[in-house]
């Protein structure tokens, strides 16, 4: 488990996660596409060897974060430019502020 990388990428893990327990359906519509993308990719980590943090599989086996929150953090993108952020991390802030 790589701490410095988990710790730089807090806030986007917090997003993910966030949006994986308060479900909202454009939330759920964009990780469904994202997901669907990930499924197609080599990189996909189903069994978790590639994960960051143990047991969060299917993961993204290039970054290694699991894609079930990964898909949902709207300022994250695909480290392979697969699909894009859809706010910035800033506007992210400002929209959980609301």
Same mark, same amino acid.
């Given at each position: 488990?790589?701490? +410095? +990388?988990i710790?730089?990428?807090r806030k986007e893990i917090y997003e993910g996660i966030k949006n994986s327990v308060i479900r909202d359906i454009y939330v759920?519509?964009?990780a469904s596409k994202r997901m669907a993308?990930?499924?197609e990719c080599s990189e996909i980590d189903k069994e978790g060897s590639k994960c960051e943090m143990p047991g969060t599989q299917p993961c993204c086996?290039?970054?290694g974060c699991s894609l079930s929150f990964k898909t949902r953090a709207l300022s994250t993108e695909c480290p392979l430019e697969k699909w894009k952020a859809l706010m910035t991390e800033d506007e992210e802030? +400002?929209?959980d502020e609301l």
């Open positions: 488990m790589n701490l +410095k +990388k710790w730089k990428n759920e519509d964009i993308i990930c499924k086996g290039n970054c802030n +400002k929209l």
